[in-house]
């Protein structure tokens, strides 16, 4: 690790900057892991688009279908091909204890930067904050690396504002990805001041919350290489403006990207996220592939939607 678990906030506050996209797994036409084409995405998202660190093996990555050896070697992939380009964030979240764990041990040992864990999806438990705070606790008592909480509404709860706060005196935790209402993270941006991270998953609000909110991180989606090409990066760009203050310059960057935004958003079938990112991914043309069984790919007639939207986006190849 480049840091002591007593030293993960300070780092964090220091490094874990900018742009940060979760990945997306590619796999291969049997099902298996394709190892090659996720490096081959890796290296275009640093190299090209300049994204400063991947959220590995999440919820976009499939990693309910992985294996926890191929999630461990999900983990081992990115610290390879990123090799200090750009950090890594590798998600330990999985509903056996034991298994969080292990992986948050995995990726301080093959040099991650940190590791997300979502909040535990609890069975018949109605007031659950002492719970979840020891849930993050006893991770923090067993990993030194450092921790980000993840709340979002597939928990069957969110974690209020004050629980997390709670949570960011543990001395290894460095950040929250809080996908929740606005007015939550408003209210835990100001609980906590500069202690964490606050960051969410929307990149339509990113550019408000740097300006009104003075955040420094997007952690994180997909919208990082699926809105932006090597020869088009306009979310680089506004960010870039905003973080000098430019916001109004900003604004016309961010404003210009609404017909890329409405192309995915009205021909992404809510059942199938993950199929229409890769198909999304394809027609950019990085490495996208199937999804794994039991989820649904795309017809085709939604991929002829999709071409067809993307075609007319306005995204520079």
Known sequence: MKYSKLDAKDYARENMRGIWAAALNPFNTDGSFNEAGLRSNIRHWVDDLDIQGLFIAGKQGEFFSMSLDE??????????????????????????FDTVVELAKHAQD???????VH???????TDQDDTVYNYYKELCDRADIGIAMWSHPDSGYLMSPELCARVADLPNIVA???????????????????????STASEA?????????????????????????KNDQRMNQYTR??????????????????PVREAIKRTKPGGKPQAHGKYWQELLGQVGGPVRSPLLQLTDAEKAATREAFEGCGLKL
Request: some cysteine; aromatic content about 10%; proline content about 4%.
């Open 241 to 258: 403006l905003a973080f000098e203050g430019k916001f109004a310059e900003a604004r016309k960057v961010r404003d210009s990207l609404e």
């Open 176 to 198: 929250i990805k809080y996908s929740v209402p606005r007015e939550m993270y408003v209210k835990l941006t100001h609980l906590v001041g500069d202690k964490i991270h606050v």
């Open 110 to 116: 093959c040099g991650a930067d940190y590791v997300v």
């Open 71 to 96: 999630r461990k070697r999900n983990f081992e992939i990115a610290v390879e091909e990123c090799d200090g380009k750009a950090g890594t964030i590798m998600s330990a979240s999985d509903q056996n």
């Open 205 to 229: 609000e990113w550019l408000d919350n740097i300006e009104e909110l003075d955040w420094k991180l997007y952690l994180c989606s997909s919208p990082p290489y699926q809105i932006q090409t």
């Open 119 to 125: 909040a535990p999806i609890l069975h018949f438990v």
